[in-house]
């Protein structure tokens, strides 16, 4: 007779499909010309780039919505754009990877933008188009927010410091009254916004900002409980680049150092993290085994060139 006997490493990943998100925060176009450089212009001392190809990503919490889906949890995605051919290249890009999208069209701006020029195999430039949303399309989107609350089991709040959250504050609390979970990854130096929500998860110069300079872990566990207990939040998660992460909660500290064996490209890895972070906790896991997962997770990622996602086999494989 044969048992089928579930692994260790199975159980350490379960069935994620069950899980609804929803992810409000900035989205942009990440957008990138490469071409071939073969003289300095005539008008000014720079180089010609002759575009050979053009490719897109969608990026900011619409990369976070990208790496929900890719771990098989279901995920809508609350945001605004501009009503310009990069909100319209945004929204195809989204709706084809499976992701419920909810753009709202705001007239007055243009689509955040991260144009990238590459000549020889190099960044020549980057040009960035932002500009704040407008105060009725952010009330619009609020009020879409407490209306569709009831079908998810947590929300992630993407703040990429473009001004699309300025309700953050009514979205938590809205949140965490209706008994969901609230991850949110923080900018800027006020991180007053975010109080009483489940986990705010900065990087270690998103943390500085707020906390100031730590010489060691000691320092850094007493200023981080410090902050967390000021904000009212369940816990704080410290990424920490190559030293893995930190989460300070009720429990303690549980640490965890960086898994990865080999590091290509490290951008994305904190959406990578919260993803991860939040499908577990919508699924039930405890905070050691949600922290664990999301750290193997960013492990792959930054092993994977451009804003990479991570998959289900892509974390089993990991975790043999
Ligand atoms: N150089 C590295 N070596 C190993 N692991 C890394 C490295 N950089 C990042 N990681 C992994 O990715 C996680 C998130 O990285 P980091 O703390 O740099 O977040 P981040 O600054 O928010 O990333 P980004 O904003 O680029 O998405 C880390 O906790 C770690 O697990
Ligand atoms: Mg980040």
């Given at each position: ?34 071409g ?6 005539p ?23 990208r ?18 051919e ?25 689509t ?11 960044q ?31 929300v ?9 959250l ?36 900065p ?13 060691d ?8 409980e410090?902050?967390?207990r000021?904000l ?26 960086a ?19 939040a ?14 997962l ?9 092993g994977k ?10 974390l ?5």
């Open positions: 007779m044969v048992f089928a006997v579930a692994t260790p490493d199975v159980l350490a990943v379960p069935d994620l499909s069950a899980a609804r998100l929803l992810i409000v925060g900035d989205v942009m176009l990440d957008r990138y010309w490469f071939e450089v073969a003289r300095i212009s008008e000014a001392p720079v180089p010609v780039v002759k575009v050979a190809r053009s490719e897109e990503r969608p990026g900011g919490a619409a990369n976070v919505a790496n929900v889906v890719a771990l098989g949890a279901s995920v809508s995605l609350l945001s605004v754009v501009g009503d310009d990069a909100g319209r290249s945004l929204q195809h890009l989204l709706a084809a990877s499976g992701i419920d999208v909810s753009l709202h069209l705001d007239m007055a701006i243009s955040t933008v991260k144009l990238r020029v590459i000549g020889r195999q190099q020549l430039l980057r040009i960035d188009f932002e500009t704040t949303p407008s105060h009725e399309v952010l009330r619009a989107k609020l009020a879409e927010f407490a209306s569709r609350l009831p079908e998810f089991d947590a992630i709040l993407s703040d990429y410091g473009k001004g699309g300025t309700h953050i504050s009514d979205m938590i609390r809205l949140a965490r009254t209706a008994g969901k979970k609230v991850l949110v990854d923080p900018k800027g130096e006020d991180f007053s916004k975010y109080a009483g929500a489940t986990v705010v998860t990087n270690r110069a998103e943390l500085r900002e707020v906390i100031g300079r730590w010489q872990n000691e320092e850094l566990a007493r200023k981080a410090a902050l967390r000021e009212g939040l369940d816990a704080l998660l410290v990424t920490r680049s190559e030293e893995g992460m930190s989460l300070f909660h009720a429990g303690g500290v549980v640490p965890e150092g898994v990865a064996r080999e590091v290509f490209d490290v951008s994305g890895a904190g959406d990578t993290v919260i993803a991860t972070l499908v577990m906790l919508a699924c039930g896991a405890s905070w050691p085994e949600a922290v664990h999301a750290n193997v997770a960013a492990g792959v990622v930054v060139l451009g804003t990479a996602v991570v998959s289900r086999a892509e089993l494989a990991a975790l043999k």
